[in-house]
C-alpha cells in the first residue's frame, strides 16, 4: 500500500513539472512571437556599462551573502570550519543547482567532496542540506508574505491578477505563520526533530531571524542584479519585481529544468507587464549571462581545482630520529 502511494505520489509531481514545463513554453513562444529580435540586440547593445557593472556587484553581493546559509548551519551542528570552505561548499553547490537543476544531486554532491574532505560525515552534510534549505524558504515566505500583504496587485501575470482580498489574505496567513515559528523556537530552541529520516536540531529565535535577513537579502540582491539591466522601471516598481522573481524562481524549481531555463524568462515576462517587451527579454538574457554563466564557470573551476588538489598525494611527516652518533 505505502509503495502504492509513494509511486502515486512521485507520478503527480512529474505530472505538474511537465505541466508547468508544457504551459511555460506555449508561454514564452507566444511572447516571443511578438519580439522582434532585431529589437533584442538594439536592446542588449543599449544596456549602459554602468548598468552591467552594477549587475556584477549585485551578483558578487548575492552570493556572497549566500555563503552565510552553510555558515548557520555549520554553526547550528557546532562543527567549526574555516570560512573559505563554507563559502567553497556554499558556492558550487548553488553554483551546480541552479544551473544543472536536481539539487539534492548536484549541489549535495559538491557539498559532500568538499565538507567530507574535512571529516563531516554524510549525515551532517545531509543537515546542512537541510538547514540550508529552510533559510532559503525563511526568506522566500517571508518577502512574499510582505509583498502579497503590503502590496495592491502583486500577483499580476499579464492581463490575470490574484484579488486583493485573496492577496492580502494569503499574506498575512504567511507572516502569522512565520510569527508563529519565531514562538515556536522561542520554547523549543536546541530541541532534535526528525525530518527527513534525519535528525535535525532546532534554531533559536534570534538565529532564525539571522535566517529570515539571511535569505531576503539574497533574493533581493539577486532580483536587484536583473532589475537594473531593465530599462525605464522605476525604482518604486522594485518590490514588485521582487515578487515577480520569486514566483520565475519557485516555478524554475518546480519543473527542475536547468536554471529553470525558459519557465524563468517566461514568468518574468509576464510578471512585469509594464516594462518594454525586448528591453526586458534582453535584461534576462544578460543577467542569464551574469548571474548564472559567469559564476557556472568559475564555480568548475574552483571545483576542480579543490578535486586536484585532494588527489595529490600527501607526504607523511618524517619521524625525527636524532643525529645517528659516530662509533669510535
Same mark, same amino acid.
Given at each position: 500500500?505505502?509503495?502504492?502511494?509513494?509511486?502515486?505520489?512521485?507520478? =503527480?509531481?512529474?505530472?505538474?513539472?511537465?505541466?508547468?514545463?508544457?504551459?511555460? #513554453?506555449?508561454?514564452?513562444?507566444?511572447?516571443?512571437?511578438?519580439?522582434?529580435?532585431?529589437?533584442?540586440?538594439? =536592446?542588449?547593445?543599449?544596456?549602459?556599462?554602468?548598468?552591467? !557593472?552594477?549587475?556584477?556587484?549585485?551578483?558578487? #553581493?548575492?552570493?556572497?551573502?549566500?555563503?552565510?546559509?552553510?555558515? /548557520?548551519?555549520?554553526?547550528?551542528?557546532?562543527?567549526?570550519?574555516?570560512?573559505?570552505?563554507? #563559502?567553497? =561548499?556554499?558556492?558550487?553547490?548553488?553554483?551546480?543547482?541552479?544551473?544543472?537543476?536536481?539539487?539534492?544531486?548536484?549541489?549535495?554532491?559538491?557539498? %559532500?567532496?568538499?565538507?567530507?574532505?574535512?571529516?563531516?560525515?554524510?549525515?551532517? /552534510?545531509?543537515?546542512?542540506?537541510?538547514?540550508?534549505?529552510?533559510?532559503?524558504?525563511?526568506?522566500?515566505?517571508?518577502?512574499?508574505?510582505?509583498?502579497?500583504?503590503?502590496?495592491?496587485?502583486?500577483?499580476?501575470?499579464?492581463?490575470?491578477?490574484? +484579488?486583493?482580498?485573496?492577496?492580502?489574505?494569503?499574506?498575512?496567513?504567511? %507572516?502569522?505563520?512565520?510569527?508563529? %515559528?519565531?514562538?515556536?523556537?522561542?520554547?523549543?530552541?536546541?530541541?532534535?526533530?526528525?525530518?527527513?529520516?534525519?535528525?535535525?536540531?532546532? +534554531?533559536?529565535?534570534?538565529?532564525?531571524?539571522?535566517?529570515?535577513?539571511?535569505?531576503?537579502?539574497?533574493?533581493?540582491? =539577486?532580483?536587484? !542584479?536583473?532589475?537594473?539591466? /531593465?530599462?525605464?522601471? +522605476?525604482?518604486?516598481?522594485?518590490?514588485?519585481?521582487?515578487?515577480?522573481?520569486?514566483?520565475?524562481?519557485?516555478?524554475? %524549481?518546480?519543473?527542475?529544468?536547468?536554471?529553470? /531555463?525558459?519557465?524563468?524568462?517566461?514568468?518574468?515576462?509576464?510578471?512585469? +507587464?509594464?516594462?518594454?517587451?525586448?528591453?526586458?527579454?534582453?535584461?534576462?538574457?544578460?543577467?542569464?549571462?551574469?548571474?548564472?554563466?559567469?559564476?557556472? #564557470?568559475?564555480?568548475?573551476?574552483?571545483?576542480?581545482?579543490?578535486?586536484?588538489?585532494?588527489?595529490?598525494?600527501?607526504?607523511?611527516?618524517?619521524?625525527?630520529?636524532?643525529?645517528?652518533?659516530?662509533?669510535?
Amino acid at each position: 500500500m505505502l509503495a502504492r502511494l509513494s509511486l502515486v505520489r512521485h507520478l =503527480a509531481v512529474a505530472l505538474v513539472m511537465l505541466l508547468v514545463l508544457a504551459v511555460a #513554453a506555449v508561454a514564452l513562444k507566444r511572447i516571443l512571437a511578438e519580439i522582434s529580435w532585431a529589437d533584442v540586440r538594439v =536592446a542588449i547593445n543599449g544596456i549602459a556599462p554602468w548598468r552591467i !557593472a552594477a549587475a556584477l556587484g549585485f551578483t558578487v #553581493a548575492s552570493y556572497v551573502t549566500l555563503t552565510g546559509y552553510d555558515v /548557520v548551519s555549520l554553526r547550528l551542528l557546532r562543527r567549526k570550519l574555516r570560512y573559505r570552505t563554507a #563559502a567553497l =561548499a556554499s558556492f558550487t553547490s548553488y553554483i551546480f543547482s541552479h544551473n544543472l537543476g536536481f539539487a539534492v544531486l548536484t549541489g549535495g554532491t559538491a557539498r %559532500l567532496r568538499i565538507y567530507g574532505r574535512k571529516g563531516l560525515v554524510l549525515s551532517e /552534510v545531509a543537515q546542512i542540506m537541510l538547514l540550508t534549505g529552510l533559510t532559503f524558504w525563511l526568506g522566500v515566505l517571508l518577502l512574499l508574505g510582505l509583498g502579497l500583504a503590503a502590496l495592491p496587485n502583486a500577483i499580476t501575470l499579464a492581463d490575470w491578477s490574484l +484579488p486583493d482580498l485573496y492577496q492580502r489574505t494569503l499574506g498575512a496567513l504567511i %507572516l502569522a505563520a512565520l510569527a508563529g %515559528l519565531l514562538l515556536l523556537l522561542r520554547t523549543n530552541a536546541g530541541r532534535p526533530i526528525r525530518l527527513f529520516r534525519w535528525s535535525l536540531v532546532l +534554531p533559536s529565535w534570534r538565529m532564525a531571524l539571522v535566517q529570515y535577513g539571511l535569505a531576503a537579502a539574497d533574493l533581493c540582491l =539577486a532580483t536587484a !542584479a536583473l532589475f537594473v539591466l /531593465v530599462p525605464d522601471l +522605476p525604482l518604486a516598481s522594485f518590490p514588485f519585481v521582487v515578487v515577480g522573481y520569486l514566483l520565475a524562481f519557485l516555478s524554475g %524549481l518546480l519543473t527542475h529544468a536547468p536554471g529553470g /531555463v525558459g519557465v524563468f524568462e517566461a514568468v518574468m515576462l509576464l510578471a512585469i +507587464p509594464q516594462a518594454d517587451r525586448a528591453g526586458l527579454f534582453a535584461a534576462l538574457l544578460v543577467f542569464r549571462l551574469i548571474y548564472y554563466l559567469i559564476p557556472l #564557470a568559475i564555480g568548475v573551476i574552483l571545483f576542480i581545482a579543490h578535486e586536484i588538489d585532494g588527489a595529490r598525494p600527501r607526504r607523511m611527516p618524517t619521524r625525527d630520529t636524532g643525529t645517528p652518533r659516530r662509533r669510535i
